[in-house]
């Protein structure tokens, strides 16, 4: 299976729709502080494989971002790597998201 990459303007409009899926910012604590989606879940990419264990729900929809693209791929492949077969790494991280003129909060 290959991970799609999913465009900021088309993740907008699913959380903007309350689409079910689980949105996941995986970067550091201090990154996440700085700015990050709002709807964004923060779970680490140093946590992240025991992390997401808890989830049981194989085939919802997860999108996982970070500053550009490339952690969120590693998560995207240990995700694929435990049997979610629903997977999108957020097409420029962050920064995408920031260069497109979309919102962020910050802590």
């Known amino acids: 299976m290959s991970i799609k990459q999913i465009a900021p303007d088309e993740l907008k409009i699913k959380l903007d729709n309350g689409e079910d ?48 693209g490339h952690r969120s791929m590693n998560a995207c492949e240990i995700l694929e790597s435990k049997g979610f077969t629903n997977i999108s790494n957020l097409s420029g991280g962050i920064l995408g998201w920031i260069e497109d003129g979309l919102e962020i909060i910050r802590e």
């Open 21 to 68: 899926l689980i949105f996941i910012d995986c970067r550091e604590r201090n990154e996440f502080e700085e700015g990050h989606i709002p709807q964004a879940q923060f779970i680490p990419l140093s946590r992240f494989e025991k992390e997401i264990d808890k989830l049981k729900n194989k085939n919802i929809e997860i999108v996982v971002a970070c500053r550009s």
